[in-house]
């Protein structure tokens, strides 16, 4: 087991990857535990329960959702949507030691993953250290990741999708010096959108119906929340979207094809605005935009829609609407340049012209699998070994006619190349961590593995496709 430096000073009083029973007075139980300049500036307690929520349904639905308690740390830590079954959005600044307690008072085994983030294998949520009901979980963590949109969720082997289906999820918003320079759309100006599908049967409850396509819904919530339309001003918006859902991918546009600029990603700023009339929105990718309401009149409706996801088979839908007032917002102007990002060098990578093969694909007798080979709690095959400090080539393929976006845990990556099967139109720009392999695609990620040794996963974000085996570990020694 390894740790850097950095995180030993934090874990060296409290065994690494405790488990910590609970307390009443948890600033108490904790603040002894860390040297006097090792402590923490933002402490969180979540715990993962079962509540009934109105959602905007008039019915109380069964859920399990994650409540917030912030024990230290600035008040907007932790934000929260009224009758909302999303766990709160949690804030913070890179550079921000992080300790979040978690409490499971679920009725089955969970743990919680930050998607996006990179900490340590003690800190990533890995499968193998659920805690049972009533146990509660130490992470301990400096916010290593630039500015951007990131979320949480659980992590349970082979119970993710079930888990993240009943409300078990909520987003990470990380805020940085140079993201404050450029002066974006803030307040009100600042929307973040989480997009989920649930089944809800007659009774107003959720129904978990999985096949090798996925869980998908009959309904789309907002920010865990059933309200669809949204009231503007008139000025520049800042807008994230985080595709919450288990299975549904998203063909986005918006109406009458007006121009959508992107400015982030799952990595967070671009560093030019990328101009875009549609895009393939997968399961678990954020994506930034701005959008000006300001040429509108009040009470133009502007909808973000999806559009079949193959041209000519089924109709588009409404995912949600702006409804533009008569206010006029703060001024803020469109940057010319967003950030310095660097485009990591090919020659980097230690195999750019012999890439590690990924082959997604289905096998009898274990269901999904990555290169026939399904999840095994503490195995590695060979190439699934990466030396520390290395740069590597990997290329997911997909032989089959569904589409599988590819996450890999631990650093953001980037796309190097991607040949297209039929369809055009994925999100490849900037920083990565979770990318859409469409049928017949072959896609190349470069990745730096510098930052933790230990064991990660890499997984289809299809959340059934990953509870049916489609995840594996690989080990940076
Ligand atoms: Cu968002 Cu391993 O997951
Ligand atoms: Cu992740
Ligand atoms: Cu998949």
Request: with cysteine.
């Given at each position: 087991?390894?740790?850097?430096?950095?995180?030993f000073?934090n874990?060296?009083?409290?065994?690494?990857?405790?488990?910590?029973?609970?307390?009443?007075?948890?600033?108490?139980?904790?603040?002894?535990?860390?040297?006097?300049?090792?402590e923490?500036?933002?402490?969180?307690?979540?715990?993962?329960?079962?509540?009934l929520?109105?959602?905007g349904?008039?019915i109380?639905?069964?859920?399990?959702?994650?409540?917030?308690?912030?024990?230290?740390?600035?008040?907007?830590?932790?934000q929260?949507?009224n009758?909302?079954?999303?766990?709160?959005?949690?804030?913070?600044?890179?550079?921000?030691?992080?300790r979040?307690?978690?409490?499971?008072?679920?009725p089955?085994?969970?743990i919680i993953h930050?998607?996006?983030l990179?900490v340590?294998?003690?800190?990533?949520g890995?499968p193998?250290?659920?805690?049972?009901?009533?146990?509660?979980?130490?992470?301990?963590?400096?916010v290593?990741?630039?500015?951007?949109?990131?979320?949480?969720?659980?992590?349970?082997?082979?119970?993710?999708?079930?888990?993240?289906y009943?409300g078990?999820?909520?987003?990470?918003?990380?805020?940085?010096k140079?993201?404050e320079?450029?002066?974006?759309?803030?307040?009100?100006?600042?929307l973040?959108?989480v997009?989920?599908?649930?089944?809800?049967?007659?009774?107003?409850?959720?129904?978990?119906?999985r096949?090798?396509m996925?869980?998908?819904?009959?309904?789309?919530?907002?920010?865990?929340?059933?309200?669809?339309?949204?009231?503007?001003?008139?000025g520049?918006?800042?807008?994230?979207?985080?595709?919450g859902?288990?299975?549904?991918i998203?063909?986005?546009?918006?109406?009458?094809?007006?121009?959508?600029?992107?400015?982030g990603?799952d990595?967070?700023?671009?560093?030019?605005?990328?101009?875009?009339?549609?895009f393939?929105f997968?399961p678990?990718?954020?994506?930034?935009?701005?959008?000006?309401?300001?040429?509108?009149?009040?009470?133009?409706?502007i909808?973000?829609?999806?559009?079949?996801?193959?041209?000519?088979?089924?109709?588009?839908?409404?995912?949600?609407?702006?409804?533009?007032s008569d206010?006029a917002?703060?001024?803020?102007?469109?940057?010319?340049k967003?950030?310095?990002?660097?485009?990591?060098?090919?020659?980097e990578?230690?195999?750019?012209?012999s890439?590690?093969?990924?082959?997604?694909?289905?096998?009898?007798?274990v269901?999904?699998?990555?290169?026939?080979?399904?999840?095994?709690a503490?195995?590695?095959?060979?190439?699934?070994?990466?030396?520390?400090g290395?740069?590597?080539v990997?290329?997911?393929?997909?032989p089959?006619?569904?589409?599988?976006?590819?996450?890999?845990?631990?650093?953001?990556?980037q796309?190097l190349?991607?040949?297209?099967?039929?369809?055009?139109?994925?999100?490849d720009?900037?920083w990565?961590?979770?990318?859409?392999?469409l049928?017949?695609?072959?896609?190349?990620?470069?990745?730096?593995?510098?930052?933790?040794?230990?064991?990660?996963?890499?997984?289809c974000?299809?959340?059934?496709?990953?509870?049916?085996?489609?995840?594996?570990?690989?080990?940076?020694?």
């Amino acid at each position: 087991m390894s740790f850097s430096r950095r995180e030993f000073l934090n874990k060296g009083l409290l065994g690494v990857g405790a488990t910590i029973c609970s307390s009443n007075s948890w600033a108490s139980a904790t603040t002894k535990l860390f040297l006097k300049n090792d402590e923490p500036n933002i402490i969180i307690k979540l715990t993962a329960k079962q509540q009934l929520i109105d959602v905007g349904e008039g019915i109380k639905t069964k859920f399990w959702s994650y409540t917030g308690e912030l024990i230290k740390g600035p008040k907007k830590t932790l934000q929260t949507t009224n009758g909302s079954y999303l766990g709160p959005t949690i804030e913070v600044r890179s550079g921000d030691k992080v300790r979040i307690i978690f409490k499971n008072e679920l009725p089955e085994p969970s743990i919680i993953h930050w998607h996006g983030l990179d900490v340590s294998h003690e800190n990533d949520g890995h499968p193998h250290n659920v805690i049972e009901t009533d146990q509660t979980y130490q992470y301990d963590f400096v916010v290593e990741n630039r500015a951007g949109t990131y979320w949480y969720h659980p992590h349970p082997h082979g119970r993710t999708g079930f888990q993240v289906y009943q409300g078990l999820a909520g987003l990470f918003v990380v805020r940085d010096k140079e993201e404050e320079k450029l002066n974006l759309p803030s307040g009100d100006q600042e929307l973040n959108l989480v997009f989920q599908d649930r089944y809800f049967n007659e009774e107003g409850q959720l129904e978990y119906r999985r096949s090798m396509m996925g869980a998908f819904g009959n309904k789309l919530f907002i920010n865990g929340t059933s309200q669809k339309k949204f009231n503007v001003k008139q000025g520049l918006y800042r807008i994230r979207l985080l595709n919450g859902c288990n299975a549904r991918i998203f063909n986005i546009a918006i109406n009458n094809g007006q121009e959508i600029k992107q400015i982030g990603s799952d990595g967070g700023l671009l560093e030019r605005i990328n101009k875009l009339d549609r895009f393939y929105f997968a399961p678990a990718e954020r994506f930034e935009f701005l959008f000006d309401f300001s040429k509108f009149l009040p009470g133009d409706i502007i909808k973000i829609e999806s559009l079949p996801l193959v041209e000519g088979r089924g109709t588009k839908y409404t995912i949600m609407e702006f409804e533009v007032s008569d206010e006029a917002g703060v001024v803020f102007k469109e940057p010319l340049k967003l950030s310095n990002f660097t485009k990591i060098d090919p020659n980097e990578a230690i195999n750019l012209n012999s890439p590690k093969l990924f082959e997604l694909i289905p096998k009898r007798g274990v269901g999904w699998t990555i290169n026939g080979n399904g999840y095994e709690a503490d195995r590695y095959e060979k190439y699934e070994i990466i030396k520390f400090g290395d740069t590597e080539v990997w290329e997911f393929y997909n032989p089959t006619g569904m589409p599988h976006p590819m996450h890999i845990h631990g650093t953001q990556f980037q796309v190097l190349k991607r040949y297209s099967g039929r369809l055009q139109g994925c999100l490849d720009h900037g920083w990565k961590d979770t990318v859409l392999v469409l049928p017949g695609d072959r896609v190349q990620v470069i990745k730096r593995f510098n930052t933790y040794k230990g064991t990660f996963i890499y997984h289809c974000h299809n959340l059934e496709h990953e509870d049916m085996s489609m995840m594996r570990n690989f080990k940076i020694i």
